[in-house]
């Protein structure tokens, strides 16, 4: 009987054989040393602007810390008080409902609804139309919001503003009469671009012979939207609502044109916190104030991000 052997197999000078299907640990090449060298200077910036200023905030928020007085020289810690004292504040929960009145007018209703209309209006416009109010739109997102509130000022003055001259309606006070809502359509205008920009995107991934598709089958402009265009966008649409609404809560761009006035009818969070800690020297409280802000971020994040696993999951 012969027996056949298989040749041996062939070895190329300063190549090493492959002797299994295990990725490599290193994809990049970098080693860890040079790999951990990269990391380190994110990792030092994501300390010393966040991590540490959070460990203060709460730090500070179980203290009577101050700015000015006894109490900040030598702060004593004082436990739970500064919370509980601002849940039993009518000042701080009438903050709240403003602010979730300014969220729900200013992002979830204005900045997304707005920025859905204006990036379907244009979806299928290739000329210098798009452009010019694509220009517009982002010129209003990218000014310096010390520039936005200086121009809403003078749009909504009473003597002399361009709103009250346009509608022929003299000496009407936008910003005291309506404080909420001068300053909710003044952050709509400021933060459409980025809702505008998303949705856009978005909408590049609806194929175009669907929407033509059910247009012939009789299908209105609602019906399209409803059965075709969302279902597609559903993840855009929850992650811009996600973002606008986290900026939106922490927005202190509305202190510029109302200061939370008057009588604190558009003080929201952001701008009451800087009234205790600031101006009224009570960082301790202040900080507490914040870390409770925080929470309600925590969860507002997580309700969109069940929103988002529960699509994953549909689909």
Do not use: C
């Not at 204005?110 to 010129?139: H, K, M, S």
């Amino acid at each position: 009987m012969v027996q056949v052997t298989s040749p041996p197999d062939e070895v190329v000078e300063g190549v090493r054989p492959v002797t299994g299907a295990s990725p490599a640990p290193d994809a990049a090449g970098l080693g860890r040393a040079r790999a951990t060298g990269f990391l380190v200077p994110a990792m030092v910036l994501i300390l010393v602007f966040l991590v540490v200023p959070a460990a203060w905030t709460i730090y500070l928020g179980v203290t009577n810390y101050r700015l000015t007085g006894l109490a900040a020289a030598h702060p004593e810690v004082v436990g739970l008080d500064n919370y509980t004292q601002a849940l039993g504040d009518e000042r701080f929960r009438t903050s709240l409902l403003l602010t979730l009145q300014f969220v729900l007018g200013s992002a979830v209703i204005g900045q997304a609804g707005l920025g859905f209309a204006i990036a379907f209006a244009l979806r299928d416009r290739r000329g210098p139309l798009r452009r010019v109010v694509e220009g517009f739109v982002l010129l209003s997102w990218i000014l310096p919001s010390s520039v936005v509130a200086f121009l809403w000022i003078a749009l909504l003055d009473r003597d002399a503003g361009t709103l009250n001259a346009l509608l022929g309606i003299p000496g009407t006070a936008w910003l005291l009469d309506h404080p909420m809502l001068s300053i909710i359509v003044f952050n709509t205008w400021r933060g459409t671009a980025f809702s505008m920009m998303l949705y856009a995107a978005a909408l590049e991934n609806v194929p175009r012979s669907h929407l033509e598709t059910a247009r012939l089958a009789g299908a209105s402009t609602w019906q399209q939207l409803r059965d075709v265009v969302f279902p597609r966008i559903r993840g855009h649409v929850l992650t811009n609502l996600l973002l606008i609404s986290l900026w939106t809560f922490n927005d202190f761009a509305p202190f510029l044109i109302t200061a939370g006035g008057p009588e604190q009818r558009s003080e929201i969070l952001p701008v009451y916190v800087y009234k205790v800690a600031l101006s009224g020297g009570e960082l301790g409280f202040g900080a507490a104030i914040s870390f409770i802000m925080l929470l309600i971020n925590l969860v507002i994040a997580l309700v969109y991000l069940r929103m988002l696993g529960r699509r994953k999951e549909a689909a």
